[in-house]
């Protein structure tokens, strides 16, 4: 069992900051990626941001320049620092992690996902 942990969600006004976390537990041998997606209503979830377990990060274009991801891998945690929000980042966010587990799987797991709403 893999668990992911959301925090750091919340209502902001434009051009506001937040920093989301989470923390990744349970029987994990490795993660060799973490990210963020999010989906807004009536629309599909989309790539935020990802990090490999060597810090190469990656963005979506629409979140370059405002996002920053990081991670602390010693403490299995990931990080997205969102500055000059708008309007439409406004979506439920979620983690997600790649990684072996303890038993030897692939596995891809999802946090339950926190809610980012950008309004004035």
């Given at each position: ?76 945690t990931?990080?997205l ?8 980042d ?31």
């Open positions: 069992q893999v668990q992911l942990v959301e925090s750091g969600g919340g209502l902001v006004q434009p051009g506001g900051s937040l920093r989301l976390s989470c923390a990744a537990s349970g029987s994990i041998s490795s993660i060799y990626a973490m990210g963020w997606y999010r989906q807004a209503p009536g629309k599909r979830r989309e790539l935020v941001a990802t990090v490999t377990s060597g810090g190469k990060a990656n963005y979506a274009d629409s979140v370059k320049g405002r996002f920053t991801i990081s991670r602390d891998n010693a403490k299995n990931v990080y620092q969102m500055n000059s929000l708008q309007p439409e406004t979506a439920v966010y979620y983690c997600t992690a790649e990684l072996y587990s303890d038993y030897g799987e692939d596995l891809r797991s999802w946090g339950q996902g926190t809610q980012v709403t950008i309004s004035s």
